[in-house]
């Protein structure tokens, strides 16, 4: 009997996603500045998990003090 390809599709996928959180989730944040701005990031502490599995990383995501602003504000149009 053989494997369907779309579960060896899925395996390879998780397999992936699961190196690539493993290796980002061990990463101290390095010092960043925005591109549009200037200003130093901020880092938010975000949870991801691979749906299907008991998998679950901690991950610093570096984000602007901008963005949050230009959020509160609603979407920008940028021409």
């Not at 599709?9 to 990463?27: E, H, N």
């Not at 938010?44 to 599995?53: D, E, I, K, R, W």
Request: hydrophobic share 30%.
């Amino acid at each position: 009997m053989s494997i369907p390809h779309q579960f060896e599709i899925d395996q390879s996928l998780r397999s992936a996603v699961k190196t690539l959180f493993d290796k980002v989730s061990l990463c101290p944040p390095q010092p960043r500045r925005c591109l549009r701005c200037g200003q130093e990031m901020q880092y938010l502490n975000a949870t991801f998990s691979l749906s299907g599995t008991d998998c679950t990383w901690q991950v610093l995501l570096p984000i602007c003090p901008c963005e949050l602003e230009s959020s509160h504000q609603g979407p920008s149009v940028t021409q």
